[in-house]
């Protein structure tokens, strides 16, 4: 199969984003880059919308690639006209957010972002760990982003999670980050 070929199944991917706070000037373009890249290649991404936080450029890039979207919101999200018609569940609390984003999901990503994107993937990633699911998850480590969660795998996860290196796992490039989530997917199922 060339890299450009959809994947056979499509593969449901929470994306986790912001381009909101300070960082890299960069997320933006990552985002997007992302965005087109999954979609082309026939997975579906579901992303959080929260506290007036939208991963827009992940958002508009998929859709414009043919991809398909879907938002887990609060109740004040208000969605810019630029992404009318995009599916969106509204729940009320941030535990039945992530709850949510863990039943659709079957691998999570995390693009370089605020701290609050990285506190819905652990949220995320607890919710599906108390469903009895261990979806894999994998870090977008440009500029080493998630240098620190790395450390953090390898001392923290290794003793209580067998397999932890499986389970979490860190990429270098957009390529790189989708054949890893690929083949961890294809592995699961």
Known sequence: MSTMEPA????VIAVFASDRGPGDPERASIMSQTGTYFAKRGASIVCLAE??????PLITAARAAGGQVRIVADPGITLPPALAG???DILPTREERLARLSELAEAYVAL???LASASALFGTWAAAKAM??????VMLNRHRAYEVIRGYAADVLSPGLPGHER????ADTIE???GRL???ISEAR
């Open 182 to 184: 690929s083949r961890l």
């Open 8 to 11: 056979a199944a499509a593969h």
């Open 167 to 170: 389970a979490v796992q860190f």
């Open 176 to 178: 790189d980050l989708w």
């Open 132 to 137: 009895g699911r261990t979806p894999p998850v």
């Open 51 to 56: 506290g007036g936080i939208i991963p827009v």
């Open 86 to 88: 995009v599916t969106m």
């Open 112 to 114: 370089p972002g605020s």
